[in-house]
């Protein structure tokens, strides 16, 4: 089992002001342990990082609404990302990890506490190949209550199952830009083809979050911001942003949630497209009211 860093506790204002009921569309909340105990089966163990330090991320960034992603460390045991909606006053939804034992009732319960969808995590740095037949199988149980699907893939993946992409039949949100790594360009297959799904699937999504994951660069992560613009001009209006706060499983130096802010107003260059992937797309996802 691997440790993670904790996030840099300094973080930077961003250099521009966001726009009022700007959204961080994907955050994580760790824990605190003590309270709320890691999955004995996670494959990595992240430093507490729990809704006060969140709250103090979201004030100095200018952020005032998010959705809380469940991550594998906590499995299916989403009481940390109900805590933390609960508390939130409205401000917050989320997307929670669950498998085939859920009940209807539990199903209910969530989507009550303020769950939206449903994460798969196929990131293959912690072990996880695709298993759309589970996905499928969770498909029909959450589509009465009209939620989505996130799915977090790498960029062969997005390849080798872009037919079954096609087909899923709920909203499906990508995270972090499908993880194509930027020093193969836009012009790569797998990048290609999540723009095509963007243009040509009407519930497609996709996330222009971790260009500190997809970067070849490192920081300031500038390689990153051409495949932000293409994705954004491909779909305005189903593009969301978030932090990744507190960065689980980075290798190297951690990024300062700042900087990261930093790169949105060089991936929507003017303020209406700002004001889509900050406020109205996850708005209009998550059902948030202005």
């Known amino acids: 089992m691997r440790?993670?860093?904790?996030?840099?506790?300094?973080t930077k204002k961003p250099n521009f002001e966001p726009p009022a009921y700007a959204c961080d569309a994907h955050c994580h909340v760790f824990g605190p342990a003590a309270k709320f105990p890691f999955a004995g089966e996670r494959i990595y163990t992240p430093p507490d990082s729990p809704f006060e330090v969140l709250q103090e991320l979201h004030r100095t960034l200018g952020l005032s609404r998010a959705v809380i992603v469940q991550a594998t460390c906590h499995g299916t045991d989403n009481r940390a990302t109900l805590d933390a909606i609960s508390r939130s006053k409205g401000r917050y939804r989320g997307v929670a990890i669950v498998d085939q034992t859920f009940t209807d009732e539990q199903f209910v319960a969530l989507n009550a506490g303020g769950i939206r969808g449903v994460r798969f995590s196929f990131a293959r740095h912690i072990g996880n190949a695709p298993d759309f037949s589970l996905v499928k199988r969770v498909v029909e149980r959450i589509a009465p209550l009209g939620w989505h699907l996130v799915l977090y893939m790498e960029a062969s993946d997005i390849i080798e199952n872009v037919k079954v992409l096609e087909d899923l039949p709920l909203p499906v949100v990508i995270d972090h830009?499908?993880?194509?790594?930027?020093?193969?360009?836009?012009?790569?297959?797998?990048?290609?083809?999540?723009?095509?799904?963007?243009?040509?699937?009407?519930?497609?999504?996709?996330?222009?979050?971790?260009?500190?994951?997809?970067?070849?660069?490192?920081?300031?992560?500038?390689?990153?911001?051409?495949f932000a613009q293409s994705l954004i001009e491909a779909t305005p209006d189903r593009v969301l942003w978030g932090t990744d706060w507190p960065?689980?499983?980075?290798?190297?130096?951690?990024?300062?949630?700042?900087?990261?802010?930093?790169?949105?107003?060089?991936?929507?260059?003017?303020?209406?497209?700002?004001?889509?992937?900050?406020?109205?797309?996850?708005?209009?996802?998550?059902?948030?009211?202005?």
């Open 247 to 290: 960065h689980p499983n980075i290798d190297g130096p951690m990024p300062n949630d700042g900087d990261l802010m930093n790169l949105l107003p060089l991936y929507a260059q003017d303020k209406d497209m700002l004001n889509g992937v900050l406020v109205d797309n996850p708005a209009r996802l998550y059902g948030f009211e202005n």
């Open 177 to 226: 830009m499908g993880r194509v790594e930027t020093k193969n360009g836009v012009g790569q297959e797998a990048f290609q083809l999540l723009l095509s799904l963007l243009k040509n699937q009407d519930d497609f999504w996709v996330k222009i979050c971790g260009a500190e994951r997809i970067s070849s660069k490192g920081a300031p992560y500038h390689d990153a911001v051409p």
């Open 3 to 10: 440790y993670c860093q904790g996030p840099d506790p300094k």
